[in-house]
């Protein structure tokens, strides 16, 4: 009997998405079970992530493991063939240190100047730059975070190179463009366009409407307030 191993996501989150990317560039074959994170939470994700009640979850033989970059450690610790992460103590705390830089100033200020007041749109679009000019310094000529091939930082920045650029388009932005930022832009193209990356991201033309329906709801949510 081989092991257990499945995937609590949801198609259109980045969070998810981290988790099964990282299993597929390893190989490791798992079940996916999509949840309805709007509605009705499945009794096994409130059991396996009591705490926040969120995807995703990893179930590995039994024991669940939450938190996408929680998830992406174990992974990497668990099924050592094909690494994401430097095996060089210096070079793999550098790729943690790019990966909180991610999680912590880019995303969340790329996601809040797609979706903040007008008023307020303008400092934090300036703010969003200087992080993803920062960001781009990290590549330093490389074709991946990684070097030749993805890594972890790659993994975690999908949030940024996909899902904030379908977000941008529908608000008619465009921060990350190849003027602005010719070496991320080009690195979030290399990266979307690798197979084993193409296969798995939600499809552009699903995504789209789904991510305008959340901005009317979230501007009819304000217009209320």
């Known amino acids: 009997m081989g092991e257990e191993v499945k995937v609590f996501g949801y198609w259109a989150s980045p969070y998810s998405y981290r988790a099964e990317l990282a299993l597929k560039l390893k190989g490791v074959s798992y ?6 994170i709007f509605g009705n939470k499945s009794d096994l994700l409130l059991k396996y992530n009591p705490v926040h009640k969120k995807v995703p979850v990893l179930l590995h033989n039994g024991k669940p493991i939450v938190e996408s970059l929680v998830i992406l450690e ?30 912590e100033k880019c995303f969340p200020t790329l996601w809040l100047a797609a979706w903040s007041a007008e008023n307020e749109r303008e400092k934090v679009t300036n703010e969003a730059c200087e992080y993803l000019k920062t960001l781009e310094s990290a590549l330093n000529g490389k074709k991946f975070f990684g070097g030749e091939t993805i890594g972890m930082v790659d993994i ?33 193209e290399d990266f979307a366009n690798c197979s084993i990356v193409k296969e798995s991201l939600p499809p552009r033309d699903k995504l789209l409407p789904f991510v305008k329906g ?11 307030a």
């Open 156 to 188: 975690v920045a999908s949030s940024v190179g996909y899902f904030i650029r379908v977000t941008q388009e529908i608000m008619g932005q465009n921060l990350l463009s190849a003027d602005k930022f010719p070496q991320l832009f080009q690195w979030s």
């Open 31 to 36: 079940e996916y079970i999509n949840e309805d």
């Open 74 to 103: 174990y992974i990497e610790e668990t099924w050592k063939h094909n690494p994401y992460l430097p095996q060089d103590p210096y070079d793999k705390s550098t790729a943690r240190f790019w990966i909180k830089f991610i999680d």
């Open 214 to 224: 959340l901005i009317a709801k979230y501007q009819q949510d304000n217009a209320k």
